[in-house]
């Protein structure tokens, strides 16, 4: 079952919103060099490489990647990029402004990542007889991988905010404190609940092609 037939969107709506997304984000990178901030500028860039993701691995990899899929992880990219410059005319980015916009990118970003691990760990489990995974093992398997990651990002922010700090600039990434972390690490751990749910159902054609790509890698 795709993701598409539950959000009633076809390949050229999919299209079409994924392209206004990359045109966002070119106009974000041309905001943050007229404010000359970094943050926004190499935000902007990563989040624009990441919308093209989906297009590369299904062009160079042969994974599917259905317009529910390709817009799921468009979207994760768009909004944290937007979430760093705001409403226009304002100071206060999305970020700092509304209250709950680091968790919906917690929540979506980490959903991407328990989506990738489910994906790869299933397409092995199902390619190997010597591996089994019950399915209450790949449901604790998820939440554990989201987490390590989400510390993993956590630790990435505190060493670029710190760099930053000493070295006198604007950081690209920015951490609100011990609190801001957990408050992170809970939402990540959403995302992972959301996959693991989820993931069987709607990941099928991806853990499919992986498989098939196991099989016919050179041993």
Do not use: C
């Not at 979207?75 to 209250?99: D, I, K, M, Q």
């Amino acid at each position: 079952m795709k993701i598409r037939s539950h959000l009633r969107i076809d390949e050229r709506r999919q299209s079409q919103l994924s392209r206004a997304m990359q045109v966002v984000l070119v106009g974000l990178v041309f905001i943050g060099l007229d404010r000359g901030n970094l943050g926004i500028v190499v935000n902007a860039l990563v989040g624009l490489g990441v919308t093209y993701l989906p297009a590369i691995l299904e062009r160079d990899y042969r994974i599917p990647m259905d317009a529910g899929l390709t817009l799921w992880i468009s979207s994760a990219a768009f909004l944290h990029a937007l979430g760093t410059v705001g409403f226009p005319g304002s100071e206060t980015s999305f970020y700092a402004g509304v209250w709950w916009w680091d968790h919906l990118t917690h929540a979506l970003s980490s959903s991407v990542v328990a989506a990738a691990g489910y994906a790869t760990v299933r397409a092995v489990d199902e390619h190997t007889a010597d591996i089994y995974l019950p399915p209450r093992f790949m449901f604790v398997f998820i939440l554990l991988f989201v987490l390590a990651f989400g510390v993993f990002w956590e630790v990435i922010e505190f060493a670029i905010s710190g760099v930053a700090s000493l070295a006198g600039t604007a950081s690209v990434l920015t951490q609100y404190g011990l609190d801001d972390t957990l408050l992170d690490l809970v939402f990540d751990a959403v995302g992972g609940v959301i996959v693991a749910v989820w993931g069987t159902a709607h990941l099928s054609d991806v853990v499919g092609a992986l498989q098939r790509r196991f099989e016919t890698a050179p041993r």
